[in-house]
């Protein structure tokens, strides 16, 4: 007669253990489910688990996280915002070598598309003699060119910085055409 | 922009306790914790302060999966289950209070056997003291079925506990 004796009943209160605790049950079932513990062994030793279980909950604490561990986690988390503060400087080096590369061949191919092959030669040759007519020409070309550029440089900003082509490719050319005028 | 350090130091035992009951390993839990501070330094600002607990354990509980995933370190970590002979010698004096420790003893045990993410929920809910809405948010889960699932956690540490500990330790 010791093996305990699982009812139906048994089974249902046992579910919902924690909604009688939490006083989430209708008062009629949850007088029925104190009647059905009271007569039950069974029920009443899991109830009583219950209870324990939750005064127990109640005094758990957080393990504390040990001060080294927080000093070296600072530490770390403030070095990691350095690195993000500090990164365009340490970068500026490797990376606008290969952009201004990028900015030139850009600018060189569509002044060879262009036909404005006499540019380079004009522009390393500011004391040569040429009519204000000629320079007018070339200045007007030179300056449609670089409105193309600017745009393809914008158009090809996965690869080329706006800013980075002005700096390297436009600004250039017009002090150049400036010595030459 | 940063958090303040204070954010980072009022989240750091909840992260620590959490990696730690996960992974059963203080050395790893130390490292989780590293990981999930500097994550929480330079994201947290982003993060509602409303949902940054539940934000914070959320990233906790993947950086532990991931370690766990990487390390196998649960499998070389396999909590014994406990007898109340073992703690006949830390509770000479079987007082009211000795027996009400042995029973916390035991209950940890029992949460460390739990499988996930019945562990995970009944630390969080029982422990860390998460809403439910939390809970649902933290581990993905609807919130209809978080609450299914906690009530199956807690009936399974009844079942656990009521196995390892003789009826007469309990208290009446
Ligand atoms: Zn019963």
Redesign the pocket.
Known sequence: MNTPL??P??HE?MDRFDSYLDGDLEPETARQFEK?IAA?P??AAEHKVALQMTTAFGELELEPCPDDVFERALAQAQASQNGRVDRPAVASSPQPRIRRWRAIALAATILLVLGLGSLPFLLNSPEAEYSAEEIAQARQEVEFALSLISDAGRDAGAYIQYEVLAEEVVRPLHESLNTIQ | MSLDSSVLADHRHRIYDFAVRFLGCREDAADVTQEVLVRLWQRGEQIDPARRKAWVLKVTRNACLDLLRKNKTRQAYTPATPSIDDFAHDAPTPDRLAESSDFRVFLEHAIEQLDEPYRSLVVLREIHGLSYKELAETLDLPLSTTKVYLHRARKRLRSTLRQTIPAEELTP
């Open positions: 699982i009812t009943d048994c209160v059905h039950c069974e029920c």
